[in-house]
């Protein structure tokens, strides 16, 4: 296995401890607190996230094929397309987040009590959103020199591996945060 | 595109296929009203299921040496089990906290 490889294998082991802390965490004050709130009465939104996430994530598969085979024009393409969903889930990432902080929950008090809804959540969601914002950023900057020439298939497979474990961890996040906690 | 990219992408869309379905199905359960540690297991069941396949199939890691499948298996279980042990410490706490029991 190339060098660059395990290290981003080792970076990804890295950031699921982090995230398993995070969401241990956030399940202990949920489990922990009898009066959780439950605000979310949609998830339209979220089901779209999901979507794109997913979505980006075949076409950052597409773009790896094209790289394998050596369509350089095809793998550039696919990347700025899977960038294009990165961007369009951050906007909507955002979006989600200025309708939670338009309800009054900020990072230390909520309308509903448990002072720990509010920092749990932007925590855990926080945290994804900067992946995936810098994954975004990082994908783009790599389509870029893989077009010039400087950066070759293995690096768009690096690129994958991240891109790949940012929308795994949005599909714990899903349940975990959202659909576990949706209003009765 | 050569055979070999050909039959990956296949893979790389049937997965993308059953993916779609868990969640769907994810977002189905939780609209309905399960409640609970029932609700809690059918979705972390769900996603573990999303795991296996995206880890194996799109990070290839089914493809790598078994020794490094061993080696990311071993240590990633290792992880989960230990934060497995942390939050059902929740118990105690919300025991306490329902009962008026507990440390003062």
């Not at chain 1, 294998?9 to 890295?14: D, E, G, K, P, T």
């Not at chain 2, 071993?74 to 410490?89: E, R, S």
């Amino acid at each position: 296995m190339p060098s660059k490889k395990f290290a981003m294998w080792l970076f990804i082991m890295a950031d699921v401890m982090t995230f398993a802390a995070c969401v241990a965490a956030y399940a202990f004050l949920r489990n922990a607190t009898p009066d959780w709130p439950r605000p979310f009465h949609g998830v339209t939104s979220v089901a779209v996230m999901t979507f794109i996430m997913l979505t980006s994530s075949l076409t950052m598969l597409m773009a790896l094929t094209a790289a394998k085979i050596g369509d350089k024009t095809k793998a550039f393409n696919w990347m700025m397309i899977t960038a294009a969903g990165g961007i369009l889930f951050t906007l909507l990432h955002i979006r989600e987040w200025m309708g939670m902080i338009n309800q009054g929950v900020h990072l230390f008090s909520n309308p509903w009590g448990p002072a720990a809804f509010g920092s749990s959540y932007y925590v855990i969601t926080g945290f994804s959103l900067m992946h995936i914002s810098v994954g975004t950023i990082a994908l783009i900057i790599v389509a870029i020199r893989y077009r010039g020439g400087r950066y070759n298939a293995d690096d768009i497979e690096l690129m994958n591996l991240f891109w790949q474990f940012v929308g795994l961890v949005w599909l714990f996040i899903v349940p975990v945060v959202y659909l576990m906690n949706l209003a009765r | 595109m050569a055979t070999v990219e050909a039959q990956a992408m296949k893979k790389y869309v049937a997965v993308y296929v059953l993916l779609l379905v868990i969640t769907a199905l994810q977002f189905l359960i939780g609209y309905r009203g399960a409640e609970g540690e029932r609700l809690a297991v059918r979705m972390l069941s769900f996603a573990i299921v999303e795991t296996v396949l995206v880890v194996l199939f799109w990070m290839n890691l089914g493809s790598e040496k078994k020794n490094f499948i061993q080696y990311v298996l071993f240590t990633m279980i290792f992880v989960l089990a230990t934060m497995n042990y942390i939050w059902t410490d929740s118990f105690r706490v919300l025991w306490f906290r329902l009962t008026g029991l507990g440390p003062s």
